[in-house]
């Protein structure tokens, strides 16, 4: 079988060999192309353009974080130190030499918070709603289930950076989530059968395609064995040609979702059932305040788009100390304050439906700081239709633009005279149910008409007379063709009152024009 150059270095050297054997005494002026990639199995992470600059990403596979594991972070960062929480719910520190975040890594490692598997070839740190277990809608506490589940796999060296390309796992039991989870390889969705709650097993997605159901209704008492199950599935019967056909997706995709099903049962001891309904709702995306099942409370702090200073994440963790409360990390780029008595806070944040990649500023395959762009967007007028934006620098994905209501992804584009910045415009996801993703609807919008077009959506939307974005789409944009859509949407932009179901199709060059005249000027 023909194998990648990152599969050849794995047969040379496991990652976890290298952590034993070469990371202990590696100087950064010996580290290597093989090096980067070594290191990114224990959460440091350089790149050949900056090599002097690293960074740690910490893993939470629950999303509480203690008070104590907070100030321990807060005593060894400084106030240059940049702080992102990232819409896996991990914390990535950025700004470290080499020596600086080696030294971070094992002191962390030493007080039982670890930043290992949490980049590249690895079952990443599996992600759950934020209020679980304490939701006034929780049905059954997840911590078990993911406590086992970590087990099998975390700092074991048959696993450690072993996998063809990363995992993504979901679990979610409250009925009413925070941000949907159909992009995950791996997603144990609430479900029901009969009188009975257990899961729905979906698999293959990634930020460009929606998980696809099993039929398998699996027991809360059989998720472990069959998620162990999944992750030897995909180890062993994985894609390792190419780096960017690799994840289970493109196993899938290969062979089918029911040869699938049938390599997951060589690995699987049971018999397992079908049937059942998949249970899943989602709380307002501006919403900040939360009812408890234990009568208290918990409180949404809305960050810039996943970004602190140190200042701003310790006045958090201040006044959880000073409240009793614990803090928690939001897989929508949040931190939730869990346990107050009644829904009054002395801090204050702007709520946005905003979700943002890391950006120019942190990533290498951003074209632009989405971070930026993202706070320059009609936030106030989103907030108030609870629409969803998921903002991506490149095609990666990161920003989740296919599950969400908008969503834009970073481009560089030259059709209009000159060089810009821009983005790739996607909406009309079926994202509540996961469905149907995004389409493409705009390949190349200037950022200088971005606002523009955005309100002019939303003014077609408020004139609609639905009550959710997605509905709108649902029912008057997605059973068109994409450039009829983005026909109308430019007629609408230039002033002009039409009805899409009234619109014929254009030809291309008349298509082109329009575009042309209104994003040229």
Request: net charge neutral.
């Amino acid at each position: 079988m023909k194998k990648n150059k990152i599969e050849k270095l794995k047969e040379q050297l496991s990652p976890w060999e290298y952590y034993q054997h070469r990371l202990p005494n590696l100087k950064a002026d010996e580290i290597k192309d093989a090096d980067i990639f070594y290191l990114k199995n224990f959460g440091i992470y350089t790149t050949k353009q900056n090599p002097k600059n690293f960074m740690l990403r910490l893993r939470f596979d629950q999303k509480e974080m203690s008070l104590d594991t907070a100030e321990l972070i807060l005593d060894n960062i400084n106030e240059n130190t940049k702080i992102l929480l990232t819409a896996r719910g991990q914390l990535e520190l950025h700004g470290f030499t080499f020596e600086e975040v080696l030294s971070l890594h094992y002191l962390f490692k030493k007080h039982g918070l670890t930043s290992c598997q949490t980049l590249t070839d690895n079952a990443r740190a599996i992600v759950t709603d934020p209020l679980y277990d304490i939701a006034e809608d929780s049905i059954v506490h997840v911590t078990p289930l993911i406590e086992k589940m970590q087990k099998l796999f975390l700092e074991k060296k048959e696993w450690c950076g072993m996998l063809p390309r990363k995992f993504n796992t979901a679990i979610a039991a409250n009925k009413t989530l925070i941000t949907p989870f159909w992009g995950n390889d791996c997603y144990f969705a609430l479900a029901k059968k009969d009188d009975t709650y257990g899961f729905h097993l979906y698999v293959g997605g990634k930020n460009t395609h929606f998980a696809q159901e099993c039929d398998i209704f699996v027991f809360y008492e059989d998720v472990v064995a069959l998620y162990e199950a999944v992750l030897q599935t995909y180890l062993v019967h994985g894609l390792r040609a190419s780096r960017t056909k690799a994840r289970l997706y493109h196993l899938i995709e290969e062979v089918g979702l029911e040869k699938f099903k049938e390599l997951l049962q060589t690995y699987y001891p049971k018999k397992w059932q079908s049937g059942g309904k998949t249970v899943v709702h989602f709380h307002e995306p501006s919403k900040q305040w939360f009812k408890l099942k234990d009568g208290g409370w918990a409180y949404r702090y809305f960050t810039k788009f996943g970004e602190m200073t140190k200042a701003e994440f310790a006045l958090i963790i201040d006044f959880a100390q000073k409240h009793n409360a614990t803090v928690r990390l939001g897989i929508d780029q949040n931190l939730y304050i869990i346990n107050l008595t009644e829904p009054n806070i002395e801090i204050d944040s702007q709520p946005h439906t905003i979700l943002a990649c890391a950006g120019s500023k942190y990533c290498i395959y951003s074209l632009f700081d989405t971070k930026e762009g993202a706070a320059t967007l009609p936030i106030a007028r989103l907030n108030r239709h609870n629409i969803t934006v998921g903002y991506s620098g490149c095609l990666k994905g990161c920003g989740r633009h296919i599950v969400a209501d908008i969503g834009f992804v970073g481009i560089r584009l030259n059709q209009y005279g000159k060089v810009e910045r821009g983005v790739r415009l996607y909406m009309g996801a079926l994202h509540s149910k996961g469905t149907f993703p995004a389409r493409l609807i705009f390949w190349a919008v200037p950022l200088r008409k971005l606002n523009a077009l955005i309100e002019t959506i939303l003014d077609i939307f408020e004139k609609s007379g639905y009550d959710s974005f997605e509905a709108f789409c649902e029912n008057e944009i997605n059973q068109y063709e994409e450039e009829k859509v983005a026909y109308f949407l430019l007629l609408r932009m230039k002033g002009e009152d039409v009805k899409i179901s009234e619109l014929d199709l254009p030809s291309h060059e008349t298509f082109l024009a329009l575009q042309k005249e209104l994003f040229s000027s």
